[in-house]
């Protein structure tokens, strides 16, 4: 093999090489902006860390753009959908109160999808945890399993629902943490309308992610983390 | 009896697109979109079922067969939906064919951007 | 004179109730399509109590309809003659009890009309779905039980089915109780004590509508009991009351003594309103003790003393079963130990639930076709106990 071959070859590797460099962003940058075509996958564990000493007693407006965002009603009757909630919590013995936003904990394992009779609870690849509205039958059973009363049941025929959050009567729904925009590379609306960015929103399972490194360095705890649920929703200061 | 029944069964199937007795729709785009329309005439709830159990799973949002995307370009210009006339999109066809819809008790009919003239929304407003 | 109206007017008599029983089952059909229109807002459940009224209703029929095979399995399994004699009409009852429950079950769901999906999308991990299995398994089993009876060809199969039945039933009931035993985050369930409690009150609940039918048929066709039989039956009756009740209060004293469980049973025995009354008054005093003293009783304990102790077994079951169901789901969920928590979801809050007329209508429906099969069933069929003259006379020795 002569040298001037080499060479030519060693060219061709070294600019089809330079090329790639060149175009990958970009080509990320387009798949970002039209959604992606890939399937989620478990690189991804979607996860939050809420820091409760930031979360301000009496704001709710996470909830209000929870509620703007998938189409919910806001009320506040005992059959209407809440898919989260501010919970103020008073330490029973030290009398400290504690105010934070309940909703979906996304676990690993998920009592919700064990007990679903048809599968229609699910969790995708990336841990978010979602009910598949076209198989749910409504029986109700995953919001018996559920330890955080995190699911509600339409208990009312809807109209007008957001283009991108289907919802309707007879099933059971719950918080997708905005799985519609997610998917579209934005965070949850709750975690964007957090007046004191008490709501980090990230991925768990990359070490360098924002939320990844801050679980490294304070304190967090899993609600009812006797259960052994895992739950992808992390807080601060309880 | 029989016979005659089967033969007008066999009339009225393959004369579908130039029966007159099919319903005129109020399309907002139509001729072909993703496929041609004797192909989707037939297959359309085939490839919702596969979109949507692909974009419920696996989180893909992008395929051509999205309902949300046939809303977009078939809606009526009237007033954005496909569901609710005797023309309209998807309920004109169901309608003749007595064929249920299952998707709208969930999913929105309406198509996300307004198309509906500005012109006619302040005619509307100043009645 | 008064029965022989009753007889001139027997096939009148038939029809009244087919009709009767149709009208609630009509109206039934009424609640169910009212809750497909307007949704579950018409009945009194919420997303705090997600089971509600139906619920109580359907497991009452599933559990009875496992229990009244009992009979059948004493008979066939254990080879008594005089429980065998009764083992057809103790399948039929199993038949209809389950059908009226299931389709309470299935028609409280948000969307019955789905059903099929339960079929076709089957989650392994899913107590639910096992009873799917478990209860279509169960009534393949009891038919093809009461055909080896019936059918004098098939006889000599009627004992191994019989066995399988009798396994199967176990396990069934089994799955019953496990729907509530998985539950783990819930003070009020989430105990594995709960299969072998749901198994005996089967055994109690089960045996009691057996006799309150089968005193029913009796009258209907003039026969009247043989003392020995009832006899027999009531005691039997009595120590399967027992058994519930050692169960019943073993659950409770465990709850007592697990100290984060203290706070439910303290709502459930004492301060919880509705559910300690129903408790103690429905489901102790006349599911209970009001039954035992007349079935005990050297005084009682005549066929008229055994039937009412049965009706009151049956009362005592709903009550048990509203407090274990409903009382169980407005005792708040302990999210957050050692906190005092409120929210406008309910969090640390009592449940509200009044179970509204749709709920019952519905129940009713269900009872109404247990009660449709069971009554056609005997009229088409020979379903009626026929003992031998010895086996009642020897019914008190064996």
Redesign the interface.
């Known amino acids: 093999m002569s040298d001037t071959n080499v060479q030519r070859r060693q060219f061709l590797k070294t600019s089809v090489g330079a090329t790639a460099v060149a175009i990958a962003p970009g080509m990320l940058l387009f798949d970002m902006a ?7 996958s478990s690189k991804m564990r979607w996860g939050m860390l809420i820091d409760t000493t930031n979360c301000a007693d009496g704001c709710n407006d996470c909830v209000k753009a929870c509620n703007k965002e998938n189409g919910l009603s806001g009320g ?7 898919w989260i ?9 030290s009398g400290r109160a ?1 105010s934070l936003p ?1 909703m979906c904990q996304h676990c690993a394992e998920p ?1 919700c ?8 609870s ?1 969790k ?3 841990g978010i945890v ?1 009910v ?10 995953c ?7 995190a ?8 109209h ?5 959050v ?7 729904e719950s918080c997708t943490l905005c ?2 925009r997610v ?2 590379g934005q965070q949850p609306a709750c975690a964007e309308a957090c007046p004191n960015k008490s709501i980090l929103f990230g991925n768990l399972n990359d070490p360098e992610s924002e939320i990844a490194k801050k679980i490294r360095t304070v304190a967090s705890t899993q ?2 983390a006797d ?1 052994g649920l895992d739950t992808g929703i992390r807080y601060q200061g ?1 | 009896m029989k016979v005659f029944l089967l033969s007008l069964l066999l009339a009225i199937t393959p004369a579908w697109a130039t029966d007159s007795f099919a319903p005129k729709l109020d399309i907002g785009k139509g001729g072909k979109c993703v496929e041609e329309p004797q192909w989707m005439r037939k297959n359309h709830m085939q490839v919702l079922l596969q979109q ?1 159990d ?1 974009t ?8 051509k067969y999205s309902l ?1 995307v046939c ?1 977009e370009c078939h809606a009526s210009t009237k007033d954005d939906s496909v569901l609710g006339r005797a023309d309209s999109f998807c309920e004109g066809c169901h309608r003749y064919e007595a064929v249920k819809i299952d998707c709208f ?4 009919s ?1 198509r ?1 951007l307004s198309l509906v003239q500005d012109a006619s929304l302040a005619q509307k407003e100043s009645k | 004179m008064q029965t022989n109206s009753f007889n001139r007017n027997e096939q009148r008599y038939f029809y009244m109730l087919v009709a009767a029983g149709m009208l609630v089952l009509l109206m039934g059909l009424f609640a169910v399509h009212a809750m497909e229109e ?4 018409i009945t009194g459940m ?3 109590i ?2 509600g009224m139906p619920h109580v209703f359907a497991i009452f029929m599933i559990v009875a309809a496992s229990g009244v095979l009992n009979v059948a399995s004493i008979g066939s399994v254990f080879g008594k003659p005089m429980y065998k004699a009764r083992a057809p009409l103790a399948s039929l009852l199993s038949i209809a009890l389950l059908a009226g429950g299931l389709s309470v079950l299935m028609l409280d ?4 009309e ?2 099929i ?2 079929a076709t ?3 392994f ?5 096992w009873n ?1 299995v478990l209860y279509s398994g169960m009534f393949a089993a009891v038919g093809i039980y009461l055909w080896t009876m019936m059918e004098q060809r098939m006889n000599p199969w009627s004992k191994p089915v019989g066995l399988f039945v009798f396994a199967w039933r176990f396990i069934l009931t089994t799955g019953t109780g496990l ?1 509530f035993a ?5 003070q009020a369930y989430g105990s594995a004590l709960l299969a072998p409690m749901f198994i005996v009150i089967s055994f109690t609940w089960g045996l009691a509508v057996f006799h309150v039918v089968q005193s029913a048929i009796y009258a209907w066709n003039g026969k009247t009991h043989t003392p020995e039989i009832v006899k027999r039956m009531k005691n039997l009756l009595g120590i399967f009351i027992i058994g519930a009740l050692y169960l019943v209060a073993t659950y409770h004293l465990t709850n007592l003594y697990f100290a984060h469980q203290s706070g439910f049973e303290r709502f459930i025995l004492k301060d919880g309103g509705i559910y300690p009354q129903l408790l103690w008054w429905g489901y102790g005093l006349f599911g209970n003790l009001v039954p035992l003293i007349l079935i005990f009783h050297p005084k009682l304990g005549n066929a008229r003393s055994a039937l009412a102790a049965s009706l009151l077994v049956i009362i005592g079951g709903f009550a048990l079963l509203y407090v274990f169901i409903i009382g169980g ?1 407005a005792y708040p ?1 302990n ?13 640390g809050q009592i ?2 639930y009044s179970p509204s007329l749709p709920e019952f209508l519905l129940g009713f429906g269900g009872l109404a076709i247990a009660f449709l099969i069971t009554l056609i069933g005997v009229r088409a069929l020979n379903f009626m106990p026929h003992d031998k003259p010895h086996v009642a006379a020897a019914g008190a020795t064996d």
């Open positions: 039209h959604g992606k075509s890939e399937a989620v506040l009757s005992p059959t209407d959908s809440q909630r501010k919970v103020e919590l008073k330490d029973m013995r504690v309940m009592p999808v064990d007990v679903c009779p048809t599968g229609a699910f995708r690849a990336d979602l598949d509205k076209h198989t749910c039958i409504g029986c109700r059973y919001m018996m399993a559920c330890p955080y009363k699911r509600s049941f339409v208990h009312e025929p809807l007008d629902q957001k283009p991108d289907p919802r309707g009567k007879g099933t059971v799985v519609h998917d579209k609600i009812r259960l309880i | 949507r692909e419920v799973h696996l989180g893909i949002r992008d395929g949300k809303i008790e969930c999913h929105s309406k996300h | 307007h949704g579950h807002i919420n997303n705090q997600v089971w769901l948000g969307r019955p789905r059903v999906v339960a999308h089957f989650n991990t899913s107590v639910f779905a799917v729907i998985f539950l783990v985050a819930r789901q969920l999210i957050f130990p050692g906190y005092e928590a409120s929210s406008s979801f309910g969090d449940g509200l």
